[in-house]
């Protein structure tokens, strides 16, 4: 099984900063992506990026230039920093790493309990 330790979200006006962070642990085999992931009241969750082993990056269109997804392989910790929030960036962000485990075969998805970022004036 895996946990994802989640940290760093909080309430920021527009145009702020905010950075945050994943830990990963359990009985992990290997890791092949970790990303995050944002949902707000009465919307489906969206991707807001990824990055896999090979430091391929993914961002959605709405994040792109201002938000900066990176990882610490012997942490095993994936990080977000978010530049120039803006009211819509607010949300429920959640970790994700797609992992193999010990002793089950192929990768699934493991998610974090969810961190709130509010950007409000």
Same mark, same amino acid.
């Given at each position: 099984q =895996?946990?994802?330790?989640?940290?760093?979200?909080?309430?920021?006006?527009p145009?702020?900063?905010?950075?945050?962070?994943?830990?990963?642990?359990?009985?992990?085999?290997? !890791?092949?992506?970790m990303?995050?992931?944002?949902?707000?009241p009465?919307?489906?969750r969206?991707?807001?990026?990824?990055?896999?082993?090979a +430091?391929n990056?993914?961002?959605a269109?709405? =994040?792109k230039g201002r938000?900066t !997804?990176?990882?610490d392989?012997?942490?095993?910790?994936v990080?977000?920093?978010?530049n120039?929030?803006?009211?819509? +960036?607010?949300?429920?962000?959640y970790?994700?790493?797609r992992?193999?485990?010990f002793f089950?075969?192929?990768?699934d998805?493991?998610w974090?309990?969810?961190?709130?970022v509010?950007?409000s004036?």
């Amino acid at each position: 099984q =895996v946990q994802l330790v989640e940290s760093g979200g909080g309430l920021v006006q527009p145009g702020g900063s905010l950075r945050l962070s994943c830990a990963a642990s359990g009985n992990i085999f290997r !890791i092949y992506a970790m990303g995050w992931y944002r949902q707000t009241p009465g919307k489906q969750r969206e991707l807001v990026a990824t990055i896999d082993n090979a +430091d391929n990056t993914n961002y959605a269109d709405s =994040v792109k230039g201002r938000f900066t !997804i990176s990882r610490d392989n012997t942490k095993r910790t994936v990080y977000l920093q978010m530049n120039s929030l803006k009211p819509e +960036d607010t949300a429920v962000y959640y970790c994700n790493v797609r992992a193999q485990v010990f002793f089950i075969p192929g990768q699934d998805d493991y998610w974090g309990q969810g961190t709130q970022v509010t950007v409000s004036s």
